[in-house]
């Protein structure tokens, strides 16, 4: 089966450093993406890893590790208004399409 | 701007009513739509994937006969709940890609549907 495990909750104070992890089990992988969404709202696309490594995008970076299954999403200098869920997801070309499968989903609390 | 549309964003209705969700990209021809349910404090379900012009293609669980997809052109898609009942009442939410493995997943700002 697959499947795409992240730690339920995570709470922060402003101005600190979160890292949120996700280990992943899947039929077919393309890369590693992370969405932010706020309750209510759409997912919107934060940073995508196809390969190895860091990447960083502003405040936040994320990194893969294809061989370990895992990659992490890091956010620096917490904003209240990260206050969110972060999901990671996996494209799957398993099959005959294409799909985003998402991960358990982390809710990040920001405190002042 | 927002890429893809998706309407209504919400809606409310009868138990045995049909509703009809549509899902439009705005500025690129989308090869492959996907619907996602979500229920409350829970992450996003794929219901379904739906290429431009063939049947779509739906996860294992998903009724066909009760979430029915069309994607008729590129840029539109419509998920029709048949028959809803209130245990159907969630957060549905439509996305777009373009085709590419780099290139990203858009998703409509979703549909509430609540049924009486």
């Known amino acids: 089966g697959q499947s795409l495990e992240q730690p339920s909750e995570v709470t922060a104070v402003e101005g600190a450093i979160v890292q949120i992890n996700c280990t992943y089990q899947?039929?077919?992988?393309?890369?590693l993406s992370w969405y932010q969404q706020h309750d209510g709202g759409a997912p919107t696309f934060l940073s995508y890893n196809a390969l190895d490594g860091l990447e960083e995008t502003g405040r936040f970076s994320s990194f893969l590790s294809r061989s370990d299954s895992y990659g992490y999403l890091l956010l620096q200098e917490l904003q209240m208004k990260d206050s969110a869920s972060y999901f990671c997801?996996?494209?799957?070309?398993?099959?005959?399409?294409?799909?985003?499968?998402f991960g358990t989903g982390t809710l990040l609390a920001v405190q002042p | 701007g927002a890429v893809v549309s998706q309407h209504p964003s919400w809606v409310i209705c009868k138990s045995g009513t049909s509703v009809k969700i549509e899902c439009r990209s705005l500025?690129?021809?989308?090869?492959?739509m996907f619907w996602y349910r979500q229920f409350p404090k829970q992450s996003l379900m794929l219901m379904a994937t739906s290429n431009e012009g063939s049947k779509a293609t739906y996860e294992q669980g998903v009724e066909k006969d009760k979430f029915l997809i069309n994607h008729a052109s590129l840029t539109l898609s419509t998920l029709t709940v048949t028959s809803a009942h209130p245990e159907d009442s969630s957060f549905y939410i439509c996305?777009?890609?373009?085709?590419?493995?780099?290139?990203?997943?858009?998703f409509g700002d979703g549909t509430r549907l609540s049924i009486l």
């Open positions: 996305s777009a890609h373009g085709g590419g493995a780099n290139q990203p997943q858009h």
């Open positions: 500025d690129f021809q989308a090869t492959t």
């Open positions: 899947t039929s077919g992988f393309y890369g």
């Open positions: 997801a996996v494209r799957d070309y398993g099959g005959a399409t294409n799909k985003l499968i």
